[in-house]
């Protein structure tokens, strides 16, 4: 039977392990991480058709649905403003099914992801390197199998070995990320003047489980970005979990590397910069900030992979962060490795020889990743001029 060893259990990985496992093969999933909850991932996602199709064509029917249940009630406006919350467009997006997911929480879907693969994912054993035998199989060290695909992400050693001529460029801009909880409580609106609560829960206001009534109705509906005269730019985005559960907004505070202290890594610290940095805005963001749980902020720094040719094919592949990093705009990172998921799946399970499938989900991966990132990078770079 093919052995697949899969570098990496985030969500790309997954898939494709759920994927090949429907189809009858080994897969062995390996994570540097000590555990699931060991570090941030990250908060909310946007999935997109393209996403959604992938999905269908990884997951088994009841890992599909625990994602689908846990997942948060379809938003259905992008929109943007001024630092005084006047709306310069929205797009709206009215009659999504239910079926169709468009918002999830990462850690949440990686939880459902996580379904079923107890025998498979093994934590806290990084694959920090590989070595072709003899016989053309890949072994990583403690383990062995006729294929290796690094899914393990931005820092990705699968990618070092394979493509050590591959880069990163930082795009001169960092991203603080935060969450203001959405409790379920009797909704009661804030204090009318701007408070200055201690850090973390205690000082929330209460508010309703699904909606708040004191933050504006555009950022209950979905992704509004904030375009402030100072430099900065934010987004707002809800989650509002299907089966009921306390949701959350998200925050993300972007703008230039300079503007921010590369040694600041504490979340109180970066939620006061983010306070401080949003002050002059509308009263209503400034509640939001108030109000933020100030233990959930925490920094990344926007990269975006260079363009790499198409390399010899072998027993050893990329897939998702870790051959086509990209910025959060537009929210096509999560879709187009889910895509690679779908991709390579399908051409290994297609019944062509091993190294001839990998070959074409490389001719398919490789342009749609790029594209993809230059896309990506283009928003992210149209969201913050000035």
Not at 291 to 319: E, K, Q
Not at 334 to 347: R, V
């Amino acid at each position: 039977m093919t052995r697949i060893l899969i570098s990496g259990a985030g969500i790309g990985g997954l898939a494709l392990a759920h994927a090949l496992r429907r189809g009858g093969l080994d897969v062995a999933v390996y994570e540097r991480e000590p555990s699931p909850q060991s570090r941030n991932q990250g908060y909310r996602l946007h999935l997109d058709p393209d996403g959604n199709a992938a999905l269908r064509a990884c997951l088994p029917p009841a890992v599909l649905d625990r994602v689908r249940d846990t997942s948060g009630v379809n938003g259905d406006l992008v929109a943007s403003f001024t630092q005084d919350l006047r709306r310069v467009h929205a797009q709206e997006f009215p009659g999504i099914p239910d079926s169709e997911l468009t918002t999830i929480d990462r850690d949440r879907f990686r939880r459902g992801l996580l379904s079923g693969l107890a025998e498979v994912v093994t934590f806290g054993r990084p694959v920090t390197g590989y070595e072709i035998t003899r016989s053309g199989r890949v072994s990583i060290g403690f383990d062995e199998g006729d294929l290796l695909v690094g899914a393990d992400g931005v820092g990705s050693a699968v990618r070092r070995q394979l493509l050590p001529h591959a880069t990163l460029r930082d795009l001169g801009l960092r991203c603080v990320y935060g969450r203001l909880p959405l409790p379920a409580a009797s909704p009661t609106p804030p204090p009318a003047a701007h408070p200055t609560p201690a850090p973390g829960l205690a000082s929330m206001p209460p508010s309703d489980s699904s909606r708040a009534p004191w933050i504006p109705a555009d950022f209950q509906r979905g992704f509004c970005w904030v375009a402030g005269d100072n430099g900065f730019g934010a987004g707002f985005a809800p989650v509002h979990y299907r089966d009921g559960q306390p949701g959350y907004l998200m925050i993300a505070l972007v703008g230039a590397a300079d503007r921010f202290d590369p040694a600041q890594r504490d979340p109180a610290d970066l939620w006061q910069t983010v306070t401080e940095a949003t002050a002059d805005w509308h009263p209503e963001i400034q509640k939001i900030l108030a109000y933020a749980d100030s233990a959930s902020f925490f920094p990344i720094t926007i990269r975006a992979s260079d363009r790499v040719d198409a390399w010899p094919t072998g027993p050893v592949t990329l897939l998702g962060d870790a051959v086509h990093t990209m910025p959060p705009a537009g929210g096509v990172g999560a879709n187009t490795a889910l895509q690679d998921a779908a991709t390579l799946a399908g051409e290994l399970l297609s019944g062509a020889p091993l190294l001839d499938a990998v070959a074409s989900y490389e001719r398919q991966m490789l342009p749609r990743g790029f594209d993809t990132v230059e896309r990506s990078v283009r928003m992210i770079e149209q969201m913050t001029s000035r």
